[in-house]
């Protein structure tokens, strides 16, 4: 009964490193989802995926891409990283309809010194 | 402006009490849904209760409800019988049927602290 499986749970990276966070989801949802969320603070999407093929920007895109490889996989990926990007980072899925919730994965730490 | 406000950031309540955490939104689609959520501090978040714009009644699951009031356009998540594993995060959110309809918002949230 996996849901939403995040990789890594935890990362260091140096300023300047690349990284890529993976998520994969077993619930044939179509939408997929990359937040971040700072301590203390709310959820802040970063990018979504509608459906397989295609991707949209979400409020903090800026130094992050995204890749939907198919309709279980949507990856994140941090080409330049900074301290600034030191964040938790949780990936979601939902199937259509509004009275659908979000399903989360359980996050990765990701701290950049 | 924004889609949810929560305006409580941190509220007590004494065990086998209940609390209210409130949750207005804003739209104009008339049909949409809301959400909250739970965040404990080990991080998940885990999916609590959901309302539907053109739900008759008020949501329950359990010990959580949903105080519903459309006109005021609040839904105010009330836990009854307060327990120390309550002690969490709570996110309201909101999805659109027909306005970003892959979107949701979320709000600030609240951090619950239940006292022994």
């Known amino acids: 009964n996996a849901g939403v499986t995040q990789t890594p749970k935890f990362q260091v990276l140096k300023t300047g490193q690349s990284m890529t966070l993976q998520c994969a989801q077993d619930?044939?949802?179509?939408?997929m989802y990359w937040y971040r969320q700072d301590p203390g603070m709310g959820l802040r999407l970063i990018y979504y995926?509608?459906?397989?093929?295609?991707?949209d920007k979400g409020e903090v895109p800026n130094g992050y891409n995204v890749s939907r490889l198919n309709k279980r996989e949507f990856s994140l990926r941090l080409e330049s990283a900074a301290p600034s990007q030191t964040s938790v980072y949780f990936c979601?899925?939902?199937?259509?309809?509004?009275?659908?919730?979000?399903?989360f994965g359980d996050g990765t730490r990701l701290s950049i010194l | 402006a924004q889609k949810i406000t929560q305006t409580q950031p941190g509220m007590f309540v004494q065990e086998k009490e209940a609390v209210t955490l409130d949750c207005t939104y804003d739209?104009?689609?008339?049909?949409?849904?809301l959400f909250w959520y739970k965040q404990p501090s080990s991080g998940e978040m885990i999916f609590l209760i959901y309302?539907?714009?053109?739900?008759?009644q008020n949501a329950t699951e359990g010990r959580y409800s949903l105080n519903f009031q459309k006109a005021r356009k609040s839904a105010n998540l009330v836990i009854s019988a307060s327990q120390l594993g309550d002690s969490a995060m709570y996110f309201c959110?909101?999805?659109?049927?027909?306005?970003?309809?892959?979107?949701?918002?979320f709000g600030s949230g609240t951090k619950l602290n239940v006292k022994p």
């Open positions: 309302q539907g714009s053109y739900d008759q």
């Open positions: 979601a899925s939902s199937t259509q309809g509004y009275n659908q919730p979000q399903h």
């Open positions: 739209t104009s689609d008339p049909s949409y849904g």
């Open positions: 619930m044939n949802h179509n939408s």
């Open positions: 959110a909101m999805r659109e049927a027909a306005y970003n309809f892959n979107k949701f918002y």
């Open positions: 995926s509608a459906s397989e093929g295609t991707t």
